[in-house]
């Protein structure tokens, strides 16, 4: 059973189209990220969700919009897409740690976005 | 703010090599410091981690020590192996208050190549 299932894996699309990532977990953790990975495997957080809020939101277009209908699901929605927006785009979900911040994260698969 | 900086790659090594990939931190308060590794294709995975000063990771045969002095947390591996071949990435923990959502702050990743 796949801890942190995200689909799709691959999306090609053109420029100025709308997408959508799915992402679920099934850990029942309470909290969910979305992370970038840029070409050169730099990893940056994008959002983090504890429970179905908002906890963190870093400095990323309001094109991107994350959704969580649950605390099982953390949906990642982009509009109008660029030629910067190709990268591998991270979920995540963490375990709660003893005390806060030596939680383990637990990672999807990736999704590859190319923008054309 | 907090930041992660590991040493530059590519690594190359042979077989059996001694292995060391540095890593340095900074950050305010006592964060929570791990190494994650992310094999061809795939999502991170927790290697190690450790959650406060003098503690010792280890998993798999790698190994990493919390120094507070020195701010570092260096992975190292006695005798690496073909199969240890993948991006490595340094991170500490950005614990939030209330929340619990520990959002990670990577390094830029280190590739490591292990040839035969």
């Known amino acids: 059973d796949t801890a942190v299932s995200q689909t799709p894996k691959y999306l090609v699309t053109q420029m100025g189209n709308d997408k959508s990532i799915k992402c679920e977990q099934n850990?029942?953790?309470?909290?969910m990220y979305w992370y970038k990975q840029d070409s050169k495997k730099f990893l940056k957080i994008m959002f983090s969700?504890?429970?179905?809020?908002?906890?963190i939101n870093e400095t990323v277009p309001n094109r991107f919009s994350p959704k969580s209908p649950d605390k099982a699901h953390l949906n990642l929605h982009i509009n109008s897409l660029e030629l910067g927006d190709s990268a591998v785009y991270f979920c995540?979900?963490?375990?709660?740690?003893?005390?806060?911040?030596?939680?383990?994260?637990?990672f999807g698969e990736g999704s590859r976005l190319t923008v054309l | 703010g907090n930041s992660v900086t590991q040493m530059e790659g590519p690594v190359t090594l042979s077989e059996e090599a001694f292995l060391t990939i540095n890593c340095t931190y900074t950050?305010?308060?006592?964060?929570?410091l791990f190494w994650y590794v992310q094999y061809p294709g795939e999502g991170l995975q927790l290697l190690l981690k450790?959650?406060?000063?003098?503690d010792k990771g280890s998993n798999k045969g790698f190994e990493a020590t919390y120094r507070k002095e020195t701010t570092s947390f260096h992975l190292e591996k006695g005798s690496v192996q073909v199969s240890d071949s993948a991006v490595y990435f340094c991170?500490?923990?950005?614990?939030?208050?209330?929340?619990?959502?520990?959002?990670?702050?990577f390094g830029k990743g280190t590739h490591l190549i292990i040839q035969p």
């Open positions: 995540a979900s963490s375990s709660p740690g003893q005390r806060p911040g030596t939680g383990e994260l637990f």
């Open positions: 850990l029942g953790h309470d909290t």
């Open positions: 969700y504890n429970n179905k809020e908002l906890i």
């Open positions: 950050a305010t308060g006592y964060p929570s």
């Open positions: 450790a959650t406060k000063a003098d």
């Open positions: 991170a500490l923990s950005r614990p939030y208050s209330g929340g619990g959502a520990d959002g990670l702050t």
